[in-house]
Nanobody, 114 residues
Framework: QVQLVESGGGLVQPGGSLRLSCAAS????????MRWYRQVAGKQREFVAS???????NYADSVKGRFTISRDNAKNTLDLQMNNLKPDDTAVYYC????????WGQGTQVTVSS
């Protein structure tokens, strides 16, 4: 059974940092293009970052220079290091494995507030 389980979300003050993790099982993780998305209630889910099987990364303009996506193929994990967090980063963050069909985690809440 395919599982993507996010963890690491929480409440942080503006300027703070969080590290999100996504543990994958039941999929050929080493062969899949992985992405982080986020969604604010009432708004469309938006792209945050992606990483290829070889480690090539891409970022949304809104997070470029602040967030770093990485993967550990030996451990089947996907991470998102988030630095200099802003209130606009508040959202539910989702791990996505691009496959047939796409797979999504349950999401982890990130709240940036003073």
């Amino acid at each position: 059974q395919v599982q993507l389980v996010e963890s690491g979300g929480g409440l942080v003050q503006p300027g703070g940092s969080l590290r999100l993790s996504c543990a994958a099982s039941g999929i050929a993780f080493n062969y899949l293009f992985m992405r982080w998305y986020r969604q604010v209630a009432g708004k469309q889910r938006e792209f945050v970052a992606s990483i290829t099987t070889a480690g090539t990364t891409n970022y949304a303009d809104s997070v470029k220079g602040r967030f770093t996506i990485s993967r550990d193929n030996a451990k089947n994990t996907l991470d998102l290091q988030m630095n200099n967090l802003k209130p606009d980063d508040t959202a539910v963050y989702y791990c996505n494995a691009v496959s047939h069909p796409n797979y999504w985690g349950q999401g982890t809440q990130v709240t940036v507030s003073s």
